[in-house]
């Protein structure tokens, strides 16, 4: 059974960082889909970064080198580095995983296991 857990979320100032942590069991970190999602008020879910197997990354455009996806298996935690916040990446934030491989982490609908969500709220 998968359970997925996350934590790190916050409130911060533009320009501010948090770290994200994704705890989780039943799923294997070197080869499924591992991921974080965002959810904004009225708008749809979108990938913010993900894992394609063990070391392949896939970035949001909006995010890309301000936010960084890593793992440690050891740990069964996925985390999400985010530097440089900017009030636009408030959402709730949501970690995913899935037993599929390959083409399937880049689509959020693939995803059959997601966490409770932790909020990241950015002020101006």
């Known amino acids: 059974q998968v359970h997925l857990v996350e934590s790190g979320g916050g409130s911060v100032q533009a320009g501010g960082s948090l770290r994200l942590s994704c705890a989780a069991s039943?799923?294997?970190?070197?080869?499924?889909?591992m991921g974080w999602f965002r959810q904004a008020p009225g708008k749809e879910r979108e990938g913010v970064s993900i894992?394609?197997?063990?070391?392949?990354?896939w970035y949001a455009d909006s995010v890309k080198g301000r936010f960084t996806i890593s793992k440690d298996n050891a740990k069964n935690t996925l985390y999400l580095q985010m530097n440089s916040l900017k009030p636009e990446d408030t959402a709730m934030y949501y970690c995913?995983?899935?037993?599929?491989?390959?083409?399937?982490?880049?689509?959020?609908?693939?995803?059959?296991?997601r966490g409770q969500g932790t909020q990241v709220t950015v002020s101006s």
């Open positions: 894992f394609d197997g063990d070391r392949r990354t």
């Open positions: 039943g799923v294997s970190f070197s080869t499924d889909c």
């Open positions: 995913a995983a899935d037993h599929r491989t390959g083409g399937y982490c880049y689509n959020a609908v693939f995803y059959d296991y």
